[in-house]
């Protein structure tokens, strides 16, 4: 069979499966299908292989890892202190509290890798606070699903783990190099905030005094210093990505269970229960999309793409304006894991070609399947924010495409200045980039 | 047989709990080993986390199916009768039906080459992890099963 034949049954099968609402995961695993059957040198018995395969690698343990130690320090009511940090900053711009939860997302970003945990975690206690303060709902949810995309940008990021393991990309560079595009962000929806603050006239805390300041960081050191244990340790070398995200567990629990006291044998085997089945969920998408990624791979469908694309000219520009558009495309439909399995294989020989930097790719690419947290009508972290809100998705929309227009803007200085995120791994991890 | 399942779904949630609390320790070994001097540094430590995580993902994926948890996507308008949710309901489970065969079927051989193959550092058999997929595959019908009834009753209220 040839690459667009293959990629004819692949594509339609897998999308007319999905809109009857069949499990993504499966949708994808049953694609593959015909073409193990229809293929001679092929059997579906490669579908089990490939999942084994995928599931059979060290690295994926941080995603389940990192995403307990958020749960841990969400219910060790870490969140509670970062937003005290953030009032004592921010709180006396106009819309004090959406800007507040724009720098809370930023900083439980530096503590977890997951968007979802920082959604869930700050959305149950800043949403009903904003509603009180007469903040309209959509507004709320909206800038808490938008802001808790930073999760992925800002290290340690679960996707670009996955990424540098897949792609073979130093994960050490990549975590780096999402620090500017992270802070970028949030500078874009402090923007956003600001504009609907001023339109719709909303309050504002009164200034906090330095010592209030002071004490608020005070009681805030210990969660943030996990940002600098990670991902310093991975850089100095001390530890590998998967060995981090367990350093990031253990210090969780020294903070919750030592420190703050506040978890305990009580609720422990519910955030590990919690934390293994959502992680279980998105790592289960990832065997069955490491199948399909194969057969594109096989079937050699990215040169196919490259041949098409090659004439109409690919400089790094435009390389990345493809990829940027193709994952925030495919973003709205699946999770941004599978995302990067099956779209990173096809466009990884693309960007080699028009002589992308590795690291340059993968934030594209990263900060695009972001938007897809966000985007319908696969978008975990607005159907979790919209949930806690109480409110239907439609209703939340308005809202977030309005704080989406800054982000885009960020998107795109990424695309043209590749030099502004390779700064930051160039000076501290020379020798690996 | 609804109290079985009851049971065996408990089972499952105890299993993925407990994986999940086993994972940690063999990582931490594996750190502390390296800077502390008498701390044993095995190396079967990474090959038994991968094993652990593996038995989590298909734990997972099993629970997820009784809970209707994985992840889709909401495009089309929800069916308005009871009858059309029934019909859709009953696709979605038949898919997930074939996927499971196609779990027990074609893992088959891979169980019996498991039989045969000792893991590469703690030479533990192989079969005890190529074993998670068939059973996925069993665990699946069984769930499925037990709601085809429900999707039947809710397909026959419309009749009338």
């Known amino acids: ?433 | 047989m609804k109290k079985l399942l009851d049971g065996y779904y408990a089972f499952l949630k105890i299993a993925l709990t407990i994986l999940m609390g086993v994972l940690i320790v063999p990582v931490t070994m594996q750190i502390f080993a390296r800077y502390v001097d008498f701390i044993p540094r095995y190396i079967w430590t990474e090959e038994l986390a991968r094993f652990c995580f593996i038995w989590i993902i298909l734990v997972g994926a099993m629970i997820a199916l009784r809970n209707n948890e994985h992840f889709t996507v909401d495009l089309l308008p929800a069916p308005k009768t009871n009858r059309g949710k029934a019909i859709s309901r009953m696709f979605v489970d038949l898919m997930a039906f074939i996927m499971a065969m196609i779990f027990v079927v074609w893992g088959w051989p891979l169980v019996k080459f498991g039989l045969l193959q000792t893991s590469e550092m703690a030479e533990l058999p192989m079969v005890f992890i190529y074993m998670a997929w068939p059973l996925t595959g069993i665990t699946w019908i069984l769930f499925l099963a037990e709601r085809l009834v429900d999707h039947i009753k809710l397909y026959r209220s419309d009749a009338a």
């Open chain 1, 1 to 433: 069979m040839s690459a667009w034949q293959v990629a004819a049954i692949l594509f339609p099968l897998f999308m007319v499966l999905v809109v009857l609402r069949v499990p993504v995961a499966i949708s994808l695993g049953l694609a593959c299908i015909p073409v193990f059957l229809l293929e001679e040198r092929l059997t579906p018995f490669l579908l089990m292989n490939e999942m084994f395969k995928s599931y059979n690698a060290f690295l994926l343990l941080a995603v389940p890892f990192f995403l307990l130690a958020a749960n841990i320090m969400n219910a060790a009511g870490i969140t509670d202190r970062l937003v005290q940090l953030s009032r004592s900053m921010v709180g006396h711009l106009p819309g004090g509290l959406g800007h507040v939860n724009v720098i809370v997302s930023m900083l439980f970003a530096g503590i977890s890798g997951s968007s979802t945990a920082d959604a869930a975690g700050i959305g149950s206690l800043l949403i009903p606070q904003m509603k009180k303060q007469g903040y309209s709902t959509s507004f709320s949810v909206a800038i808490t699903a938008c802001s808790s995309v930073m999760g992925v940008v800002i290290p340690p990021s679960i996707l670009m783990v996955v990424w540098g393991g897949l792609m073979s990309v130093s994960i050490g560079g990549l975590f780096l190099a999402g620090v500017v595009p992270g802070i970028l962000i949030a500078g874009s929806q402090m923007v956003a905030v600001y504009v609907f603050a001023k339109i719709y006239d909303y309050p504002m805390y009164p200034r906090s005094s330095l010592k209030e300041f002071l004490l608020a960081l005070v009681h805030a050191v210990p969660p943030l210093m996990t940002p600098l244990i990670i991902v310093g340790g991975i850089v100095a070398g001390f530890f590998t990505p998967t060995e981090a995200s367990v350093v990031a567990v253990l210090y969780s629990v020294v903070l919750g269970g030592v420190f703050y006291r506040t978890i305990g044998f009580h609720n422990i085997p519910s955030i590990l229960f919690n934390s293994a089945k959502f992680a279980a969920m998105s790592l289960f998408c990832i065997g069955t999309a490491s199948a399909f990624g194969w057969i594109l791979a096989y079937f050699k469908i990215p040169l196919a793409v490259i041949e098409f694309l090659e004439p109409f000219g690919v400089g790094p520009t435009s390389t990345g304006l493809i990829v940027a558009g193709s994952f925030l495309l495919i973003g709205m439909f699946i999770d941004a894991i599978p995302a990067i399995i099956i779209l990173g294989t096809v466009l990884w020989p693309l960007a080699e070609v028009s002589q992308m930097h590795p690291i340059h790719f993968a934030i594209i690419g990263v900060i695009s399947l972001a938007f897809g947290l966000v985007t319908p009508p696969y978008g975990l972290c607005l159907l979790i924010a919209c949930k806690i809100g109480n409110i239907e998705v439609k209703d939340a929309l308005r809202d977030v495409a309005i704080v989406l227009m800054p982000m885009l803007v960020v998107l795109m200085i990424v695309i043209l200045f590749p030099e502004l995120i390779l700064a930051l791994p160039r000076l501290l991890m020379a020798k690996f980039i």
